[in-house]
């Protein structure tokens, strides 16, 4: 049982994501968030912007409050068409628009006016924070400086290794600490990079039929980094 445990089989298995709290990694990078998203419905201006580089755990952190809060989903370019529903429908009280950094600014400002008149609850994730936006509404910039904004910062090590197993959980390959900390000690210290390395170590080793080890990521390195 503990060589069958130890043993990684390398499938081409449709790939999942988890997305339950107890598969979100907490640190101190992001720990901020966390508390915001758990203090909710008590949120100033009923509004909340998270923001942080990509793979930084933005959309795992809203669809954990969309549960929560029973939130309609959207991207920021999609929001023209939630704002029909949210005028239409007086029930919907909670929205998470995830990059709302890429959404048109006037029906931005229309929802975030609908939300706030209703009472509603607004969640915003974008990779800089709403005054690095180069926005064109004055209204607009105006309701989003009201908000509260938790910045997910760069992360440590111990959440990188934290990441990195759960991108590779997530692609249902098993792998052990001591890979984990081989590969942490020569990535760059970023989601972005984590995301790369996991994709490009998967691929490479269903196209090569090798097992993810220590040898094989060691190779994949010397021919890409």
């Known amino acids: 049982m503990i060589e069958s445990l130890q043993r990684q089989y390398v499938l081409d298995l449709p790939i999942r994501s988890a997305r339950g709290r107890h598969d979100f990694i907490v640190s101190k990078s992001n720990e901020e968030a966390i508390l915001w998203l758990d203090s909710w419905p008590e949120w100033p201006m009923h509004g909340l912007v998270v923001c942080g580089p990509h793979g930084s755990g933005k959309t795992h952190l809203g669809c954990l409050w969309k549960d929560q809060s029973n939130a309609i989903e959207v991207k920021g370019s999609e929001v023209p068409e939630v704002l029909e529903i949210v005028r239409e ?30 009472g509603g609850y607004l969640l915003l994730t974008a990779k800089k924070p709403p005054a690095a936006w180069q926005l064109s509404l004055p209204d607009l910039m105006s309701r989003l400086k009201s908000l509260p904004i938790s910045e997910i910062g760069l992360p440590d090590d111990d959440l990188l290794k934290g990441i990195l197993f759960k991108m590779f959980d997530d692609k249902q390959v098993l792998v052990n600490s001591d890979l984990i900390n081989f590969i942490v000690s020569r990535m760059n210290r970023s989601y972005g990079s984590a995301l790369e390395i996991v994709e ?13 080890t220590i040898p094989f990521v060691r190779d994949v390195f010397r021919e890409w980094i």
């Open 200 to 212: 490009r170590l998967n691929e490479e080793s269903l196209s090569k039929k090798r097992a993810i």
């Open 89 to 118: 429908n007086e029930r919907v009280l909670t929205c998470f628009v995830d990059d709302a950094d890429t959404a048109n600014p006037e029906p931005l400002l229309h929802l975030f006016n609908h939300m706030y008149s209703k």
